[in-house]
């Protein structure tokens, strides 16, 4: 008679306990611009699919992009449907994928542990800078993780409850759902790497009879129904998606050079110990614990760490927050080994304390170091982009101004579109010239070259220039515009163009959009 109150009570204090987690993750959102490139162009990319009414196809600048699946445009432009494209906006899908891994931990801990262990372990994970961070930087690599966490975390309650007798559907499921997210979230790594870690978690503890539930076909038909028809969908639409978004964005690039961030097998090991401090200087305590028998949960989570990093370590390119997958099994380990004696809990809540500190000075100085030239410059009041004006970025995509600016419609990117040139980096060039070949109509209107500017800026609508200061060194005409604002790095030209204007229009009149030799930045 008296359980059922207590649980209840346990299991609203639970609620309560991770309702804080998510309060804590979202509470510096919107203290820092978004940073360019990557949270720029995932940001854009959401508030297109928002601004054009089109939920399947994302599209960079007006152009099929298919670098990554579309589940983060999704719930960003929802996100943005419902409370406006903000910077704080755009990274809610960020912060639903770190609210998954957290939750997924708690409730596997609590489920195969004790309250305390699992508020501690989540704690952990929550506080520490890397991934509190990266629960707030808008790109797809933290609601990856969280899909991954909760396919490994569900698969494994599976596993051990299969061997029980108890029951596991449920379980497995969630487990097969969760890697159908994790595939329509950043592709093929939402179910290797969760597969990877149970056969090595099955192998390494003895019981490789598990896996023979990766065969249960109501699984596999639910991770279709769930993945499959946005692939079939771009499939259908663009014959040549399956090249380009499996063939060249996932095995290229895995395997293959010449691609950015290039850095040594061992990157991920400093990275993982200074983004996580204090945390991980808890870890040299691990050696006292090695001596005894590592049960079923810390074979997990060691798996788990290990695959994640060693996947990631093999190719040479590498962005840190590829690894953010490996932190959940990682906090898990670092808070069974701060709760192992009692010294140990004594300095719990000062290292906590010193963690909180870190993720919000991270913010920051991320803030400081990471604002974008182009976050800050804003137009004149009583100036705005208005609905049939022409934007033109002169030799750059400025990825994050189509949301701050509220662009009404893709802008006109002007530069040397050579493929020789176009190719020749792994940059915006880049990226715009491979989503023009899915689209090749429309890249004729959005990408074009400088020098055919002037023609279409004389007796046309209003037209915007967006470049740097010193753009008249590739772009004279613009000294025929109107000077708007500018900066250290950005500069905005504009010209109101009128009926029975000559195509020469910018060439007479002198030098009016000159940036003066001293004076503040507009």
Known sequence: MTLAPVRSRGARGDAAFLLVAALWLAWSMGWRPLMSPDEGRYASVAYAMLQSGDWLVPRLNGLPFFHKPPLFYWIGAAAMAVAGPHPWVARLPSLAGAWLAAGALFWFLRRHG??????????????????????????????????????????????????????????????????????????????????????????????????????????????????????????????????????????????????????????????????????????????????????????????????????????????????????????????????????????????????????????????????????????????????????????QYFYELPLYWRLPAPATVAADWRPEVAQARDNWRKELADAAAFDPAAAMRLLQPVEAQPASICGGARTWVIGAPDAQRIAPWVLGMGLVSFNAHLAVWRHDGRPGEGADCLSHGGTPGALPPTGAPG
């Open 114 to 395: 004790n309250r305390a262990q699992a508020r501690l372990a989540t704690a952990v994970l929550c506080s520490a800078p890397f991934f509190y961070v990266g629960a707030q930087f808008a790109n797809l690599d933290m609601l990856v993780a969280g899909c991954i966490s909760a396919c490994v975390l569900a698969a494994a309650d599976a596993a051990l409850a299969w061997e029980r007798g108890l029951p596991w559907r449920s379980a497995l499921a969630l487990a097969f759902a969760s890697a159908a997210l994790g595939l329509l979230a950043k592709g093929l790594i939402g179910v290797v790497l969760p597969a990877g870690v149970l056969v090595l978690w099955a192998l390494a503890s003895r019981r490789p009879r598990v896996l023979r539930l990766a065969a249960w076909w109501p699984g596999w038909l639910l991770l279709l129904a769930i993945a499959g028809p946005w692939f079939v969908a771009m499939q259908r639409h663009f014959p040549a998606f399956f090249d380009y978004f499996v063939v060249t964005q996932h095995f290229r690039r895995f395997a293959a050079s010449g691609f950015n961030n290039e850095h040594p097998f061992w990157f991920y090991l400093p990275v993982l110990l200074g983004l996580c401090l204090p945390w991980t200087a808890w870890l040299p305590a691990a050696g006292r614990r090695a001596g005894g028998r590592l049960d079923d949960i810390d074979l997990l989570m060691l798996a788990w760490a290990a695959v994640v990093v060693l996947f990631f370590s093999l190719p040479r390119s590498k962005l840190i927050g590829y690894v953010l997958p490996a932190l959940p099994p990682l906090a898990a380990g670092i808070a069974r080994i701060a709760a192992a004696g009692t010294a140990g809990r004594r300095l719990l809540a000062p290292t906590a304390g010193f963690a909180a500190l870190a993720c919000l000075g991270s913010v920051v100085l991320a803030a400081r170091l990471g604002t974008p030239p182009d976050a800050t410059l804003r137009l004149p009041a009583g100036q705005a982009i208005a609905p049939g004006d022409r934007v033109v970025m002169l030799d």
